[in-house]
């Protein structure tokens, strides 16, 4: 006989879902995607398709349907919040879509991400189990990217 996983009574209702973009979109709908219009499929080599960015600038585009932020864009396919949502152009997206992380590399969530998630009433994300979920991160000779300022990881040292 099997028996449910018992979770600790502060993880009651959080999400261990391995993917959970596969079920939510929010980010699809809330962000303004702008990039570099050297992404844009065309002699410079870029992968997303010109019929579907909005020029907002000499050197910017941005996908269709996110040009004031808060739109859905035109490549996201299904209903938000439900299984089997989806990007339409998923390999030739654009760097931000390709660079927004549901997971920070310690495994913490992104807290935009969990902002957007729970507006739309999704369950909350839990910290990701297999990452390395050392709060202040690897020490290394470079730029400290766990200060005050860094919205993912507020407040968490360097490690000496």
Do not use: K
Not at 20 to 45: M, Q, T
Not at 78 to 92: H, K
Not at 102 to 114: L, S, T, Y
């Amino acid at each position: 006989m099997s028996h449910p996983p018992l979770l600790p009574a502060s993880l009651e209702g959080v999400s261990f879902d391995p993917n959970p973009c596969l079920s939510c979109g929010a980010c699809c709908a809330h962000f303004r995607v702008s990039f570099y219009c050297g992404e844009i499929a065309g002699d410079d080599g870029g992968l997303v398709p010109p019929e579907l960015v909005t020029q907002i600038g000499p050197l910017r585009a941005c996908m269709r349907g996110t040009e004031q932020g808060g739109g859905r864009c035109v490549s996201l396919r299904g209903e938000l919040g439900q299984p089997g949502i989806s990007c339409d152009i998923y390999p030739l997206r654009p760097t931000p879509c390709r660079e927004f992380e549901v997971w920070a590399p310690d495994g913490e969530v992104n807290p935009d991400c969990q902002r957007l998630r729970l507006a739309l009433g999704l369950a909350a994300l839990a910290p990701r189990p297999d990452a390395g979920n050392d709060p202040v991160g690897p020490a290394d000779d470079g730029p400290d990217e766990r200060g005050p300022n860094n919205p993912l990881h507020p407040g968490h040292p360097r490690a000496a």
